[in-house]
């Protein structure tokens, strides 16, 4: 098939995103109306000279330069209109992607400056993702972040907001920021109060550490799925325990090579872990600062890593298979895709 042939299929395929930052998908229109609402001037004015601002370089040389970009769109994001207003785009962007069910993440801590509790910010953004559902006609979670550079209190307010709202949109919660600097192990009192409170976690980890964070979020953390997982090759036994209890993978390529998670395309081990029978999915992480779409990311796994079709599919599927919804839920996603799959002519 040819390039363009290839995107469009991909394009129509249906996928899921189940790593997806609200602080990372804001549109630059958006800011600019965000930051006129406010009365403050950006240091550009039109969406394409704002995007240097937002978009990360090819050079970031690591995960900790890539935060940084986060704190050019914050400053915007403390009032629940906007937070509200972002997580209903971020549904739009999905369904322009035939992305049919999204798990959006946000930290409820980096959106409080202007006086929102934690417990608030959760409301607006579920709002902001029904109000999505409804209007684009796909299905889309919440997870609250715990951030690694936040003090305990804060991240065990988190857990506890976010497990208010299970049941009503909020699927799990998770650890974010400098991995390099807050290994795992300093969270273990925060994620075993997310067990006792009965909500799903979900860990960034192999990213900016090596596959002993892995293990250290599975085994003390209780992670049911894991953020990345780029550098669990480090360690093959870890990687077979992986394997075994069937941990899935949420692996984001086009960030993963910005934050220097592995140095360089063909070093990136997706193949591997596929071909090995790892639980890998694919998403996006930040589709506006790392300037990526869920088409995309299919795509440059087409291309770099010779991904059929049908194992383009059963990526997809792993995705559908790792959400975190309740069985009926998923089992009627499942059977959505089938058919709008046999509806493409595409083998499952
Ligand atoms: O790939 C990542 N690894 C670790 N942390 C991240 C990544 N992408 C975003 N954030 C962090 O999560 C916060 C809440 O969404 C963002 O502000 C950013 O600091
Ligand atoms: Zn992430």
């Not at 129509?12 to 406010?38: C, F, I, M, N």
């Not at 909500?199 to 090596?210: L, M, N, Q, R, S």
């Not at 995705?319 to 499942?334: I, R, T």
Request: aromatic share 8%.
């Amino acid at each position: 098939m040819d390039k363009q042939g290839s995107y469009k299929l991909l394009h129509q395929l249906p996928k899921v995103d189940l790593h997806v930052h609200l602080d990372g998908s804001v549109k630059p229109e958006t800011l600019l109306e965000l930051a006129r609402e406010r009365g403050v001037r950006l240091p550009a004015a039109c969406k394409h000279t704002l995007i240097p601002f937002m978009q990360v370089e090819d050079s970031c040389a690591s995960l900790k330069e890539y935060l940084s970009k986060f704190d050019f769109v914050l400053p915007f994001l403390q009032t629940g209109e906007a937070i509200e207003r972002v997580a209903y785009e971020i549904a739009e962007q999905a369904a322009e992607h035939n992305c049919r069910y999204v798990e959006v993440r946000f930290a409820p801590q980096l959106h409080r400056s202007m006086g929102l509790s934690a417990e608030e910010t959760i409301r607006f953004v579920l709002d902001g993702l029904k109000r999505g559902e409804r209007d684009f006609g796909i299905k889309a979670r919440a997870i609250a972040i715990c951030m690694r550079h936040h003090g305990r209190e804060d991240n065990l307010a988190v857990v506890k907001a976010a497990a208010r709202y299970v049941g009503q949109g909020m699927a799990a919660v998770d650890l974010a920021g400098d991995e390099a600097s807050f290994p795992p192990e300093l969270f273990r009192e925060v994620f075993a109060l997310s067990r006792t409170l009965g909500i799903p976690v979900t860990i960034h980890a192999g990213e900016a550490g090596g596959a002993d964070n892995v293990y250290e979020a599975v085994t003390h953390l209780g992670a049911a799925r894991i953020g990345h997982g780029v550098r669990l090759k480090e360690n093959p036994s870890i990687l077979e325990m992986v394997l075994e209890r069937r941990v899935p993978l949420e692996m984001c390529p086009v960030s993963n090579i910005q934050t220097k998670a592995v140095t360089d395309w063909n070093v990136y081990p997706i193949r591997e872990y596929f071909d090995r029978g790892l639980l890998v999915t694919v998403n996006t992480d930040n589709p506006i600062v790392s300037g990526t779409n869920i088409t995309k990311e299919y795509e440059i796994l087409a291309e770099k890593f010779g991904f059929t079709v049908s194992e383009l599919v059963k990526l997809i599927m792993n995705g559908v298979e790792a959400a975190f919804l309740e069985d009926s839920e998923k089992q009627s996603l499942k059977l959505d895709f089938e058919q709008q799959l046999q509806a493409l002519g595409v083998a499952y």
